[in-house]
Antibody, heavy 119, light 111 residues
Framework: QVQLQESGPGLVKPSQTVSLTCTVSGGSISSGGYYWSWIRQHPGKGLEWIGYIYDSGSTYYNPSLKSRVTISLDTSKNQFSLKLSSVTAADTAVYYC???????????WGQGTLVTVSS | QSALTQPPSASGSPGQSVTISCTGTSSDVGGYNYVSWYQQHPGKAPKLMIYEVNKRPSGVPDRFSGSKSGNTASLTVSGLQAEDEADYYCSSYAGSNNLVVFGGGTKLTVL
């Protein structure tokens, strides 16, 4: 059974870059055919798609975040990562990593990690 | 403000049926048969309940069903059970520019 686990700092200062890593177990990230994705949820709010990286290396970023987001893949570690730059309080959210066999069908989610942006 | 519009709340008694709507536009819900529904219990990650409008993943009870008419998709939960109490989110493919959009979520209460 594939499992995903996010890791990263829980607290980040405004204007800094937050880096999150998703470790995949129970399956290879190189197995092909999946969109490795990041989705966030502001406290008490709905879901927001941040972006994905396909196993070919192609990426898609939400237009509203595109200038600040980078998603990358590390097949040697079976991980993928999210970097979000120039963070503000509006980026405070629970960040989920996820695996999707198609863009709108997320079958596997990490447990989520809360990132708080505060000085 | 979410791209897709859902009612903030819905409720029903055990055994009853409840339907949650998800309204978009011809650029998302109405334009593609790629609508998904997710269930989220407090403090937990979302869980896929319906995909491609009306398909159920393995393990999801057949009490959950999906449909679509025009720009509005719907999730129906029949034979309500206490464990169905959760937040429900719809999502839709929205074309190559916006890709995936979500609804604001509906809190389902089992009375």
């Amino acid at each position: 059974q594939v499992q995903l686990q996010e890791s990263g700092p829980g607290l980040v200062k405004p204007s800094q870059t937050v880096s999150l890593t998703c470790t995949v177990s129970g399956g290879s990230i190189s197995s092909g055919g999946y969109y490795w994705s990041w989705i966030r949820q502001h406290p008490g709010k709905g879901l927001e798609w941040i972006g994905y990286i396909y196993d070919s290396g192609s990426t898609y970023y939400n237009p509203s975040l595109k200038s600040r987001v980078t998603i990358s893949l590390d097949t040697s570690k079976n991980q993928f990562s999210l970097k979000l730059s120039s963070v503000t309080a509006a980026d405070t959210a629970v960040y989920y990593c996820a695996r999707a066999p198609s863009i709108v069908v997320v079958t596997h989610w990490g447990q989520g990690t809360l990132v708080t942006v505060s000085s | 403000q979410s791209a897709l519009t859902q009612p903030p709340s819905a409720s029903g008694s055990p055994g009853q049926s409840v339907t949650i709507s998800c309204t978009g536009t011809s650029s998302d819900v109405g334009g593609y048969n790629y609508v998904s529904w997710y269930q989220q219990h407090p403090g937990k990650a979302p869980k896929l309940m319906i995909y491609e409008v009306n398909k159920r993943p393995s393990g999801v009870p057949d009490r959950f069903s999906g449909s679509k008419s025009g720009n509005t998709a719907s999730l129906t939960v029949s034979g309500l059970q206490a464990e169905d109490e959760a937040d429900y989110y719809c999502s839709s493919y929205a074309g190559s520019n916006n890709l995936v959009v979500f609804g604001g979520g509906t809190k389902l209460t089992v009375l």
